[in-house]
């Protein structure tokens, strides 16, 4: 896994396989289409709730007080950076993948994504690198997959009765 990227991935490979295998047979880049967009709708929760959580994730170090969200001066806002890197993608075999993508995010921050749900990362004061001026920071610890698991349930449901909906449309 690259740094700075978190993957989550809905899929259930031997269901998956075979569907796709049926999809090919019967010609069916239509059905797969179809299989893919409701997956991505199935997602799209997920997707909304983990930007959300990153632009309100509490973040503290030397000097704040308690994590309170309050304006940069120095760079682009952390949160809304965050946020803005989270992408949703669905896979060729019908799957969706939720991460962090670091292209969206500026040079030297790429692990940010991690290091926030990671809990923990230095970074040097401003202007005071070369000084030692080193600080530790903080974020709510785990705030990725802590978003994630509340969906899981339903996300699996839908996953599932999608797959009975086109397993059912090849059959009939």
Not at 47 to 61: I, P, S, T
Not at 112 to 129: E, I, V, Y
Not at 148 to 154: A, D, L, N, Q, T
């Amino acid at each position: 896994m690259a740094q700075g990227q978190r993957y989550f991935w809905i899929t259930n490979t031997q269901q998956l396989s075979a569907l796709q295998r049926r999809l090919h047979e019967a010609g069916g880049p239509q059905l797969r289409d179809n299989l893919n967009r409701r997956i991505r709708h199935a997602a799209e929760p997920i997707h909304r709730d983990l930007q959300q959580a990153a632009r309100n994730l509490r973040v503290w170090g030397p000097g704040s007080k308690g994590g309170r969200i309050r304006p940069k001066t120095d760079g682009p806002p952390l949160r809304a950076t965050i946020a803005g890197s989270i992408r949703l993608s669905v896979t060729s075999s019908g799957g969706a993948r939720l991460w962090s993508d670091p292209g969206r995010m500026p040079p030297g921050w790429r692990s940010m994504p991690k290091n926030t749900n990671d809990g923990k990362w230095r970074h040097p004061t401003f202007g005071n690198k070369h000084k030692g001026g080193w600080v530790n920071q903080f974020a709510t610890k785990d705030w990725w997959f802590k978003t994630i698991r509340p969906h899981m349930p339903r996300l699996r449901s839908e996953v599932e009765r999608i797959l009975k909906d086109v397993e059912r449309r090849l059959d009939g």
